[in-house]
């Protein structure tokens, strides 16, 4: 099981600006067994989402677990978010044992390239518009800790 180590607090990868994912890597075996490797780290973790810095890799690429039905989204941007938010309890993979409340949109729209190359726009809302705005969150150097109204389990870091 190819799973990779998880990046913790403090790795300066986490807190860096992820490398736009060239076309031409699309299909490619390394970009392949990039998203292969996520998604089996993610799962052995009991993630909901993971971004490649917390893999150790310097992409904008992230695997987002929806109803356990994986999939990538490569160079993602958030083109609409709603202004009605929702707080909730997050937690992330490199920051492990740590929760609080994060205030977030309540909708968003993403685009983004899939793993085969093709342009999406997707809509989400609730708990899969939180993972989204988690994820690209970490592709632009931001912890879920830089925004948290309360800590509510775990020491704050
Ligand atoms: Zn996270």
């Known amino acids: 099981m190819p799973i990779r180590t998880i990046t913790k607090l403090g790795a300066p990868i986490l807190r860096a600006v ?3 994912t060239d076309p031409r890597r699309y299909g490619t075996a390394e970009l ?4 292969r490797d996520m998604v089996e ?5 009991e993630g909901i989402g993971i971004a490649a810095p917390q893999v150790g890799v310097d992409a904008q690429v ?8 994986p999939f990538a989204i490569i160079n993602p941007t958030i083109t609409k978010r709603s202004l009605r938010t929702e707080l909730a309890e997050e937690g992330c993979l490199s920051v492990p044992g740590v929760f609080g409340t994060v205030r977030r949109s309540l909708k968003v729209s993403v685009r983004f390239t899939d793993e085969s190359g093709t342009e999406q726009t997707v809509q989400a809302s609730g708990l899969l ?6 994820e690209i969150d970490h592709l632009n150097g931001v ?4 925004r948290v109204q309360r800590f509510t389990r775990g020491a704050r870091p």
């Not at 780290?41 to 973790?45: E, F, G, L, N, R």
């Not at 518009?129 to 988690?134: K, T």
């Not at 912890?143 to 830089?146: I, T």
């Open 18 to 20: 992820a490398e736009t």
């Open 143 to 146: 912890l879920f800790v830089d």
């Open 62 to 69: 992230a695997i987002i677990n929806h109803r356990d039905e």
């Open 41 to 45: 780290t993610m799962i052995d973790a």
């Open 129 to 134: 518009a939180r993972v989204f705005q988690h």
């Open 32 to 35: 392949t067994t990039l998203l």
